[in-house]
C-alpha cells in the first residue's frame, strides 16, 4: 500500500478506535448466551432460526465462549435473534498510528547507543573530538520536547531509519538524483525533519572547521558537478568517487547544523547503489556520533585526507570495514 494511502488508513481506524474501545467484554459464557437468556429466547426458537436442533445451538454458544466458533456461525445465530455482529481489532495500548510506528522505532533503538544526560549536558557538554557543540540557540530549534541526550538519540535515529526507507526505495531509487543540489537538501529534511526546526536548510553561522555559510550555495552545486564527472569519466573507481565526495561534504562544507556526517554517509550510500555497488559499512554499521574506536578511526581518516587531499586511502578502507 502507498504510504500516503496507509496513513490515510491509519487516521480512519483511529478516528473510530475510542467507539470500539467502548464496547464491553465478552461476557465469561459468551455472547450468545447471554444475550439469548436476556431477550428470554429458548434453544429451540435459535435452532428454528438457524434450521439447527436445539443441541445445535448449545454447540454454538459453548463453541463461542472457547474461541472455537467461526465468524459465519457466530453472524447467523447473531440474525436469528434480531442482532448484528460487529467485532474490532484494537491496540492493547495507545492508537493505530502509534502501533504502526513501534516496529520502526525499535529498530531505531537498536541502532542508537542511548547516552543519558540532561539538556545542560547537551548545552554545556564534553562533546567528542569533532562533534561540533549545539549552540543554545540552535537548542531551539528542537521540534520535540526533549530533555535528555538519550531521547535526541532516539528521535534522530528513528527518523534517519524513515528517511533509508524513502532514500533506498526502488521508485525513489529511479526517480530521483542525489547528484543534484535539491536532492542534498531534500535527504537531510527527510533525516531531520521529525526533530530539527532547520531540516534541510544551509546552515547560517560560522565554523572553523568548513567554508563560510555564504559560500555553501555555490561550493554543493560545483561538488555534485565535479562528483558526477569524475563518475561519468572514470577518473577515480566509483568507490574512491564516492569517498571524496564524502571527504568534500562533511570537512570543507559541512553545510548544515547537524548531521553533517551521517548525511553525507547517506548519499554515498544511495549513489553507491545506484551504480550497482553495495553499500559502504563504515566501520561495521557502528555508531559514529557516540565516542569510541570507530569514531576515532573515522575521525583519524578524514584528517589524513586534511594533510593530503590525495590519501583517500584510510578512509576508504575504513568506508568498507
Known amino acids: 500500500m502507498k504510504p500516503e494511502f496507509r496513513q490515510l488508513r491509519l487516521s480512519q481506524l483511529d478516528c473510530g478506535l475510542a467507539q470500539m474501545r467502548s464496547i464491553p467484554s465478552r461476557p465469561a459464557v459468551g455472547w450468545l448466551a447471554s444475550v439469548r437468556e436476556a431477550l428470554g429466547l429458548t434453544l429451540a426458537q435459535i435452532g428454528q432460526g438457524v434450521r439447527a436442533s436445539r443441541q445445535a445451538v448449545q454447540q454454538f454458544e459453548k463453541a463461542e465462549a472457547n474461541d472455537r466458533i467461526t465468524l459465519a456461525a457466530l453472524r447467523r445465530v447473531a440474525e436469528a435473534?434480531?442482532?448484528?455482529?460487529?467485532?474490532?481489532?484494537?491496540?492493547?495500548?495507545?492508537?493505530?498510528?502509534?502501533?504502526?510506528?513501534?516496529?520502526?522505532?525499535?529498530?531505531?533503538?537498536?541502532?542508537?547507543?542511548?547516552?543519558?544526560?540532561?539538556?545542560?549536558?547537551?548545552?554545556?557538554?564534553?562533546?567528542?573530538?569533532?562533534?561540533?557543540?549545539?549552540?543554545?540557540?540552535?537548542?531551539?530549534?528542537?521540534?520535540?520536547?526533549i530533555s535528555t541526550m538519550?531521547?535526541?538519540?532516539?528521535?534522530?535515529?528513528?527518523?534517519?531509519?524513515?528517511?533509508?526507507?524513502?532514500?533506498?526505495?526502488?521508485?525513489?531509487?529511479?526517480?530521483?538524483?542525489?547528484?543534484?543540489?535539491?536532492?542534498?537538501?531534500?535527504?537531510?529534511?527527510?533525516?531531520?525533519?521529525?526533530?530539527?526546526?532547520?531540516?534541510?536548510?544551509?546552515?547560517?553561522n560560522e565554523l572553523k572547521i568548513a567554508c563560510d555559510p555564504r559560500e555553501i550555495v555555490q561550493?554543493?552545486?560545483?561538488?555534485?558537478?565535479?562528483?558526477?564527472?569524475?563518475?561519468?569519466?572514470?577518473?577515480?573507481p566509483i568507490e574512491e568517487c564516492l569517498i571524496r565526495f564524502h571527504y568534500q561534504l562533511v570537512s570543507k562544507i559541512h553545510p548544515f547544523t547537524n548531521g553533517n556526517g551521517r548525511h553525507p554517509r547517506m548519499i554515498a550510500d544511495v549513489v553507491a547503489v545506484k551504480y550497482g555497488r553495495p553499500e559502504f559499512s563504515w566501520g561495521s554499521d557502528q555508531n559514529l556520533?557516540?565516542?569510541?574506536?570507530?569514531r576515532a578511526a573515522y575521525l583519524a581518516a578524514l584528517r589524513a585526507l586534511d594533510a593530503n587531499e590525495n590519501d583517500v586511502r584510510p578512509l576508504l578502507k575504513f568506508a568498507r570495514s
Not at 492508537?95 to 540532561?118: G, W
Not at 561550493?219 to 577515480?236: A, C, E, H, M
Not at 556520533?289 to 570507530?294: D, S
Open 150 to 204: 538519550w531521547e535526541l538519540n532516539e528521535y534522530e535515529a528513528l527518523n534517519i531509519v524513515q528517511a533509508r526507507e524513502w532514500a533506498f526505495n526502488s521508485r525513489t531509487i529511479k526517480s530521483t538524483d542525489p547528484m543534484k543540489e535539491p536532492y542534498v537538501r531534500a535527504l537531510h529534511r527527510k533525516m531531520f525533519d521529525k526533530v530539527w526546526k532547520r531540516a534541510g536548510t544551509y546552515r547560517e
Open 219 to 236: 561550493r554543493i552545486p560545483q561538488l555534485l558537478s565535479n562528483t558526477q564527472y569524475w563518475l561519468d569519466q572514470k577518473t577515480f
Open 81 to 145: 435473534m434480531g442482532c448484528e455482529l460487529v467485532y474490532a481489532l484494537v491496540p492493547r495500548t495507545g492508537s493505530f498510528a502509534e502501533l504502526a510506528e513501534r516496529p520502526t522505532r525499535d529498530r531505531a533503538k537498536r541502532a542508537t547507543q542511548s547516552r543519558q544526560a540532561t539538556m545542560n549536558f547537551i548545552l554545556n557538554p564534553k562533546f567528542p573530538d569533532g562533534n561540533a557543540p549545539i549552540r543554545p540557540e540552535e537548542a531551539e530549534q528542537f521540534i520535540p520536547r
Open 289 to 294: 556520533v557516540a565516542e569510541g574506536n570507530a
